[in-house]
């Protein structure tokens, strides 16, 4: 793994690194919060102005004592452009997330993968009217593009209040790996 200024990420280490949403490469997140059975999309940059904006304590998150990931609780209202999925429940029996599972994380990942192949999440794309003649004739009036970089991220209590969650998203700004779990 290639860390923000080229160097080699040390997996298995316990001290915190500059991972997460200020300096990865993605342009989208996806918060997968399984106790309100719901996700939580948005762009990175409304989470990061959120963060910027917002007058939020830093938390960090505790793994067997050690500290793996520090970060910002955000009401989910507070994050602009934020939008709550439902997502069909035999999906939630397929996956059944449990709390502090270990790899839940990589399981994040592929539930995410699964709903956005399967057509239940879908993201904004670029279209363009073909004015090109010949492809035209070749049957595309329409060119689509699109070029998400999508980070997941696995908030197990995260979501409404009314539904039971915390009411924030916890938005990740460091971490580490102490267990060397790898997806």
């Given amino acids: 793994m290639v860390g923000t200024y080229g160097e080699i990420k040390q997996m298995g280490n316990e001290t915190l690194i500059d991972e997460g949403i200020f300096n990865d490469k993605s342009n989208f997140r996806i918060h997968v919060c399984p106790l309100v059975k719901r996700l939580y999309s948005y762009p990175t940059k409304c989470g990061i102005n959120a963060i910027n904006k917002g007058d939020y304590k830093k938390r960090s998150v505790t793994t067997n004592g050690i500290v793996t990931a520090e970060g910002y609780a955000v009401p989910v209202n507070k994050i602009y452009l934020c939008q709550e999925m439902r997502v069909p429940k ?62 997941v991220k696995l908030d197990y209590r995260g979501g409404a209040k009314h539904l039971h969650g915390t009411g924030n998203l916890f938005v990740q700004t460091k971490e580490c790996n102490p267990e060397k779990i790898y997806k």
């Avoid at 029996?93 to 399981?107: D, H, L, P, S, W």
């Avoid at 699964?114 to 003649?133: F, N, P, Q």
């Avoid at 329409?142 to 998400?148: D, E, F, K, L």
């Fill in 90 to 151: 035999e999906y939630w029996n397929q996956y059944a997330f449990v709390e502090k599972e270990k790899g839940g994380g990589g399981k994040a990942e592929k539930f995410v993968l699964e709903l956005t192949t399967k057509g239940w999440i879908r993201y904004a794309s670029k279209a363009v009217l073909v004015t090109d003649r010949q492809l035209q004739f070749d049957g595309c009036d329409i060119s689509v593009s699109s070029n998400w970089m999508v980070q």
